[in-house]
Structures are given as structure tokens and as C-alpha cells.
């Protein structure tokens, strides 16, 4: 189930809903895009472009590209799960159609860190780019993992990058600044242009003591900006929001407390399932306060399979136990780590809050630890999951004073702050958030003495010289998404026809008609889905007689001379779609069989 995966990652799933352009202005668009493009272009040869095709605008699906001297350079594949507008579709990814056409001059795909919105669409979107990849140790093991599911991993030529050491794609000089966030070894990438140095940040937070992995080195940021910082391409997701991301040392030492607090009950922490060092936090707790610990969830499982393999939490073996063993233990002496603190269907919290886990059973003694930020997008199902395990009488302990049970893995503004200080860029190219996210790092990166932004969206081609940064082109892009095992565009008729069944319902009829004369040769057939309720025998008669009665009569209004196929089609359409609407208030999905015998 691809919403169990959404337990991957964090940061991601909401995106504003664009105003789709006129054809007028699509093959604009595309005119000037090509003039830029193409070997006569106005782009000077030792300029760059930047052409986000997800990530900005939107909270999830990070993909962008950048040109250099003729090649391209993709970072991060991610993918996006399903929301309010996209009813039925569990994974949306971006439209990389536009490099697909430029196949040949793409250099590779280099990813910053492990999370699915920035990995996560590489099993499908790879066979049409079929380039290298690069990443650091701990990501190349995430991608591993997901090639491998996928039968791509033979296909593949993964390169596993040493992070202290620069290397070359194509043009590109480059070189990986590692950076603290909620997933071991995330990197921003540091791109060498002839004006200066590209800083993309990827996801980042600063912390002085992060559990796992190196803390902010913030003598090697003061070095680029002394080497020179033509741009920083950011994070601009917690933008709106003051002051510091708190570190993980201080959630441990909260979580240590409020487990340590609790004497009676069962308690269950719920994080996501790639934070190896809350994960690694939790289990230590447990520890400390004689509890045994219980992982629920395929992918926190498989996260933590990854983790140790990648020389992380070597040393919880013993905390552990099956959920075998921990219904042997009396509730006091139990701690279960799981997955679905987003309410994500089928997750193991979300199937808990409703009864229906095959191990786990909650009631009035019992407390439930949110160890997470609910995400945009994901605050009704939230919602509806705390209000069920409320209702089970389960106490509920959240990130908010007194606790500190979850520490963002994105900058605040003083982080923002503090990064511009001491990479004193020249222009600075929110990505990464909603336009209000973007807006406010925009607002904040000129006080901090960048001497320009831009705010781009999906599809902008923006140039970064030594003059500064201005967006040059547009190429229009779209969405894609994963229809069981295709990729569909999301305009696609398949998608449409989709939404038209579930909120107007289906029609389908089917007339004989006699050959030779062109009349009825029995009663139509009317089959209605989503319209029709299941009704008394004597109601469901009458209404079936009055369905029946308006195809008869739509049939007997065509002269016989005229009772062609489509003629025919085409009357019964407009009758029963206006009896539809004044009947049911619907206009359904309508199908019509004629058969001549």
C-alpha cells in the first residue's frame, strides 16, 4: 500500500493549486524557452540556469535541474502522496518530460538525503533518464533499498560518494556540505560557477549536537562565503516561523522525562520512520524507564534494517522484543515505536486509534507520545486519528509545553539568519514551500543583504550570473501520477473520467433495435451507479419504470429514417443526463450500447 510509505519522510504533501495558462500563452512560453535553449540562445556559456520541476510552490516532490555549459544536472527525484485535490491518487511525481527530451545532455542526478521527497520517485522516473546517480553512503543505502524492490538495482550506475571529497559531473564542479536534518547524512551541495559559488541547501537545520551524524560545522559555511557565494537555492519551509528548530539532544532529554513520568499503562511513541536518531532516542528512554521496546511498521522495520547496516543504532538489540513477547509483559513494561503519525491509512497508529491492530490494543490506562509535526495537508486525518484514540480514553502527549517531543528538521528564521551571515550570497532563490513560505525567506534574505531574489515556480528557468538572478523563461510542466503501475499525467482522460464516477456517478444503457425497421425489439437495459439508492421493492419498481420510460421515449423521438448508431447515442445522452440532474441533482458518466438485431 503506497500510503504506508508515506511514514518516509517528512516535510512534505500540500501544494497550492496553479492557474492553468492559456494556449496562447503555452506556446509563448514554449517559444521562449527554446530561443534560450537553443545554440543561438542569448545564454552566456558561463552562466547558469535553474529549472525547479518540483519543490517550489509546493511542499514535497523536490526536483530541479541546472544547466551549465550545455549539460544538464538534476537534483533530487522526489515524489508528493495524494491530498484534497487529488482525490483516489496515493503518489504524485513531477513532470520530468522536459529533460526526457534533453536525455543526452543530462550529466546525472545527484541526490542530497534519503527522504521520499527527494528519492522517492526515482524507481519510476529513472528508465526514462537513465543517467548516473550520486549520493553519499547512508542515501545511496535508501536507494538501494527502493531500486532493489523495483528490479532497477543491476540497471543502475549508483555512485557512492565520499562527502568529504569534491567531485566532477560533466561541468559541474561540485562538492557536499553535510548539513543536520531528521534522516542521517544530508547534504547541501556546493556547485563552483566562474562568478561563484551555488550553495544548495537541500533540507538542513542547524544543531550543536544532533545524536547522529556531525554537528553544524559553521567555520566551513564562513569559508564558502569567504571562497565567494554567488546564490543559495534554500529551504524555505519553516520561513514564516521565528526563532530555532530545537535540537535532538533536547528532544531526548524531554522524551527521557515524559517516558520516565508515565508508571502506569502501555505508551506508544509514533515518529517517522526514517528519524533514526528519535527512533534511537526512544529506545534509550525506554530503556532507562525498565521498559521493553516493540517496532510496529514495515518501514520503520526496514529504516532501521538500513540504519544498522549503515553503522547506526548498533547498540539496541537488547531493548527490543517481538510483539510476541511484549503481550507477555505487563503494560508498564512496554514501549511500541511506530509508524503513522500522520494518520496515514493502514498505518499501525491509525489502525490502533480504530481497533483494528492485529497486536496492539489501547485503552483508558494507556498514552500515546506524538513525536512528530502533523504536515500540510495532513491535519484531518490527524485530526480524525487523535479523536479516535481520545475516545478509547488513551491520553495523548503532543509537542507543546511542557514537552519537547519533536524538533523540526528544517531552518527558523534565526537559522536563516545565521546561514546568511556567514554565506553573505549575492541572491538567494527560495525553493521548497508553499509561496507564502517562499515569500517570507525572500522578505528575510534582503535584510540579511542579499542584493536579489527570485521566487520561482515549477517550469521557471531562471539565470544566475554575475549580474544576479532573473527568470529568463518558462516552460510549462505538469504533474504525473502512479495509476497501479503506470504513470499518468494528472490532465490525463483516465484521471477525469475517475472523478467525474465518484462525485457524479456512472450511467450505463443498452437499447436493442430491430435492424430492419429501426424499433425497439424489447425493453432498454439501465444500469446506475452512485445514484440510485437501495430502495423497497415497490419504490425501486417505479423508479426503474420511470428511467425505462424516459430511454423509450428518447428513442421514439428520433424519426426511424434517422435511428443511426450515434443519433441514437446521442438523444438517449441529453435525456437521461437531464432527467439525471432534475431526479438525482447529478450529471453522470453516461455510456450507451445500441445493438441491431
Known sequence: NNNNNRNNSQGFGRRQQPVAPTAAALQHQRAVAQQVLSANGTLADDNVLFMPLGGSGEIGMNCNLYRYKGAWLMVDVGIMFGDDYTEGIDVLLPDTSFIEARRKDLAGIVITHGHEDHIGALPFLWPALRCPIYATPFTALMITHKLTQAGLIDQV??????????????????????????????????????????????????????????????????????????????????????????????????????????????????????????????????????????????????????????????????????????????????????????????????????GLHQHVSLGADDTVIMSSKTIPGNELSVGKMHNALLQRGVKLVKDAEPFCTHASGHPQRDQLRMLYRLLRPEVVVPVHGEYMHQMAHAELAITCNASNTVLPTNGDIIQISAAGVEQVAKHEVGLRFLDGTQLRPLDSQAFRVRGQLLHQGACMVTVVLDKDTGKLRADPLVSMHGLTEDLAAKARNLEEKEIVRVVKNAVTSVPIKSRSQATIGRTIKQEMQAFSKTTYGKEPSMEVHVVRV
Open 157 to 354: 550506475d549508483l555512485r557512492v560518494m565520499d562527502p568529504t571529497e569534491p567531485f566532477q559531473v560533466g561541468p559541474f564542479g561540485l562538492r557536499w556540505q553535510p548539513m543536520p536534518h531528521s534522516i542521517p547524512d544530508s547534504n547541501a551541495l556546493v556547485i563552483k560557477t566562474p562568478h561563484g559559488l551555488i550553495f544548495h541547501t537541500g533540507d538542513w537545520k542547524t544543531d550543536d549536537a544532533p545524536l547522529i551524524g556531525n554537528p553544524t560545522d559553521y567555520a566551513a559555511l564562513e569559508r564558502l562565503g569567504d571562497e565567494g557565494v554567488l546564490a543559495v537555492v534554500g529551504d524555505s519551509t519553516n520561513a514564516l516561523d521565528e526563532g530555532s528548530s530545537a535540537s535532538e539532544t533536547e528532544v531526548k532529554e524531554s522524551l527521557t522525562n515524559v517516558v520516565g513520568s508515565i508508571g502506569e499503562g502501555t505508551l506508544v511513541a509514533s515518529c517517522f520512520s526514517t528519524n533514526v536518531a528519535r527512533i534511537g532516542a526512544l529506545i534509550e528512554a525506554a530503556t532507562a524507564a525498565d521498559r521493553k521496546v516493540c517496532i510496529a511498521g514495515r518501514s520503520m522495520l526496514t529504516n532501521i534494517d538500513i540504519a544498522r547496516r549503515g553503522g547506526y543504532l548498533e547498540s539496541i538489540t537488547p531493548a527490543l522484543v517481538t510483539p510476541r513477547t511484549l503481550k507477555r509483559l505487563v503494560p508498564e513494561k512496554r514501549l511500541i515505536i511506530c509508524t503513522g503519525c500522520q494518520g496515514e491509512e493502514n498505518s499501525v497508529l491509525q489502525r490502533v486509534s480504530m
